[in-house]
């Protein structure tokens, strides 16, 4: 931590922080510069809990100089998560990994009829949303266990791990018993119950970034679920709310060397919910690969005309296949593979 007084401070106030460092065990060096002291404290930061220096007599700013996410940073870790699944599949190396599937579950059939067409052109793992964050309470929400059923179901006939959405802290149990990753929707990044329930179980989590969420926001949420003891957390970048309205979200490519500097954890790229039009996807997924995202997330229906969520942001079977084939040539580009 770094102090810097104001240029009035007198010593008596650099001697009170001095003894308030002291006391929560901490060394505090002065350095008396023509205009300004700094004081920088050396110790545990963590002793600072809870003690606004920044209201402290004399002190004009305070610098952290550790991130206030611990476990999910690079400090703390230096190589990669790795985060295995089901089906041979492992985030987080070399191989990137395709989730797809469409936006809701609605029939058995239909589920399956899309998990062959991904599963023919590439995808691996198999997505599909059983509890529905819809804006409007109106809206189809979803089918909830029944859906999970045909999601585990439709995974196992085509060897696909599979990912799903909970929202409720009190559903986290069930959605474990059929899901290999539980996803966190942008809508409930900060939903802090719900990022405890899930950190409290074994299954790996993906975590969706805030329509609104500043990178640091973010990574305090992963925290919250490292903190609980699940360290299998991927990071989601969907785009986020800006001044533009021509899209429905703005895809914020930034975040993933952003995120890969400053965390250990996996990136993934949604590039559906990120641009909000099926005509926009496949730019968005070319950009997350070569941005050097290790998964995609993109929507897929048959039928999007008649989707039940989502469907103009869906991409057709056909349109996913030419995508699968140009990605192979972005990721070998950058000695990656898909
Ligand atoms: C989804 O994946 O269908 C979804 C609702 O995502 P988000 O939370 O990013 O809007
Ligand atoms: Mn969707």
Request: aromatic letters at 6%.
């Amino acid at each position: 931590m770094i102090i810097i007084l104001k240029s009035d401070a007198t010593e008596e106030q650099i001697k009170h922080i001095q003894e308030k460092a002291e006391k929560l065990g901490l060394q505090a060096n002065i350095s008396r510069g023509v205009e300004k002291t700094v004081i920088g404290l050396i110790g545990p930061e963590d002793v600072l809990r809870g003690t606004p220096l920044e209201i402290f007599p004399g002190v004009e700013k305070v610098i952290p100089v550790l991130a206030p996410y611990r476990l999910v940073s690079r400090e703390f870790k230096k190589e990669n998560t790795v985060i295995k699944l089901s089906h041979n599949v492992t985030i987080g190396e070399k191989k990137l990994h395709v989730m797809s599937g469409p936006c809701s579950i609605e029939t058995h059939e239909g589920l399956r009829n899309i998990a062959r067409e991904i599963k023919k052109s590439g995808g691996t793992i198999l997505r599909g949303g059983a509890f529905k964050p819809r804006t409007s309470p109106y809206d189809f929400q979803g089918l909830g266990e029944e859906g999970l059923k045909y999601l585990k179901d439709v995974g196992e006939e085509f060897g696909m791990p599979t990912v799903t959405e909970v929202m409720d802290p009190r559903d986290v149990e069930l959605v474990c018993r059929y899901v290999d990753v539980l996803q966190i929707g942008a809508r409930n990044m900060q939903n802090f119950s719900l990022l405890n329930e899930v950190g409290k179980t074994k299954t790996p989590v993906m975590l969706k970034r805030g329509i609104s969420a500043t990178y640091k926001e973010w990574l305090m949420c992963a925290e919250y679920i490292l903190s609980n003891g699940n360290f299998d957390v991927m990071l989601c970048e969907r785009g986020i709310r800006t001044f533009e309205t021509g899209t429905r979200n703005t895809l914020d490519i930034n975040a993933v060397p952003v995120v890969k500097q400053l965390s250990h954890l996996p990136i993934v790229v949604d590039p559906s919910h990120g641009t909000g039009r099926w005509g926009l996807v496949s730019s968005g997924a070319r950009a997350g690969v070569a941005a050097g995202c290790d998964a995609l997330m993109v929507e897929v229906h048959d039928n999007p005309e008649e989707a039940f969520s989502d469907g103009a942001q869906s991409l057709l079977p056909k349109n996913f296949e030419s995508l699968m084939i140009e990605l192979k040539a972005i990721a070998k580009a950058i000695s990656r593979e898909i």
